[in-house]
């Protein structure tokens, strides 16, 4: 058996425990996908993070869940920069870019007190697809009544590198009752089946916040609940301007998203929309938290 070193942060908050755990492994380059996928499964977190060398940006960055590769994963790039920022792998460098599978996506690092600093990652352009399946269902298997779904605005799955499906609560109060069959999710989601599920409201118990949510995984990722997501915060935040605006935003806007307090792990994520031509440019913000060092142990000698 092999050994590697991997960095356990907690992502979008700075009390250790708190937020989204992400396993960060600083070198991947070494690895073949089998390890990363193999690497990620001991992990146990809903994603690791592996650092690559890039020919098209300053990094490339993979992302696994226990279960199967994702294409983008907001949490784990926030953890990764600022992993390799704390540890002076990106030199002085305030504006970087990275390459995902879903693109070549930029990076900005804001300085803030105590030698501590604040990660910006743009997302993909959004993209929304209409939901056709049974309200009632969907409604069934995160454990709520169709009465506590909002009547107003649409179920859309939504994506700015990775799709779930954006359920609108009329209220806060049914996110305390929500228990998730995830292994229902692929019959529901027609369209796209191995879409996550993202309940919000536009209600938070933060004053300070916009709106709450919380994020249900795929069965196919090997994780039940993902405490506080990046990307979903980002199309949230493209949903909110599109169909909760109704595209009355001009300019931009900030949004604050709470997330995990249910399960003990609570988190925020900054969202800024900004208005292009007839999209929005997505933009998420947090920090991160150093945890502790993982040894883990992957493949088998030959």
């Not at 704390?86 to 070549?104: C, H, M, Q, V, Y």
């Not at 309200?135 to 990775?162: C, F, M, Q, R, W």
Request: charged content about 20%.
């Amino acid at each position: 058996m092999k050994t590697i070193k991997v960095h356990h942060y907690d992502a979008f908050s700075k009390e250790p425990n708190k937020g989204n755990p992400a396993g960060v492994v600083l070198d991947g380059d070494h690895l073949t996908e089998q390890e990363m996928q193999e690497i990620a499964l001991e992990v146990g977190f809903n994603e690791t993070s592996f650092a690559l060398k890039s020919d098209f940006a300053d990094i490339r960055i993979r992302y696994f869940t226990p279960g199967h590769e994702n294409d983008l994963c907001g949490h784990a790039t926030i953890a990764t920069i600022y992993a390799l920022k704390s540890k002076g792998l990106l030199g002085d460098k305030t504006n970087i870019t990275i390459e995902t599978r879903a693109g070549i996506l930029p990076i900005r690092i804001q300085s803030l007190p105590n030698n501590d600093f604040a990660i910006t990652m743009r997302q993909a352009s959004p993209q929304f697809i209409e939901f056709t399946g049974s309200k009632v269902d969907l409604a069934n298997s995160i454990g709520i009544n169709v009465s506590d779904l909002h009547e107003d605005l649409p179920i859309l799955y939504g994506s700015t590198g990775i799709w779930t499906l954006l359920v609108p609560i009329k209220g806060i109060e049914p996110f305390k009752r929500m228990q998730p069959s995830n292994n229902d999710f692929p019959s529901i989601l027609k369209e796209l089946p191995k879409s996550s599920i993202h309940p919000f409201c536009l209600e938070s118990n933060d004053p300070t916040a916009h709106m709450h949510a919380r994020h249900f995984s795929s069965p196919f990722s090997g994780t039940i609940e993902d405490p506080v997501t990046g990307t979903a915060s980002g199309v949230m935040g493209a949903y909110y301007a599109k169909y909760v605006k109704n595209n009355e935003i001009d300019q931009s806007v900030d949004l604050k998203v709470s997330q995990g307090n249910e399960i003990g792990k609570e988190g925020r994520v900054m969202v800024h929309i900004s208005k292009k031509l007839d999209t929005y440019n997505v933009e998420i913000s947090g920090n991160a938290v150093f945890v502790k060092e993982l040894t883990i142990s992957y493949g088998s000698e030959s």
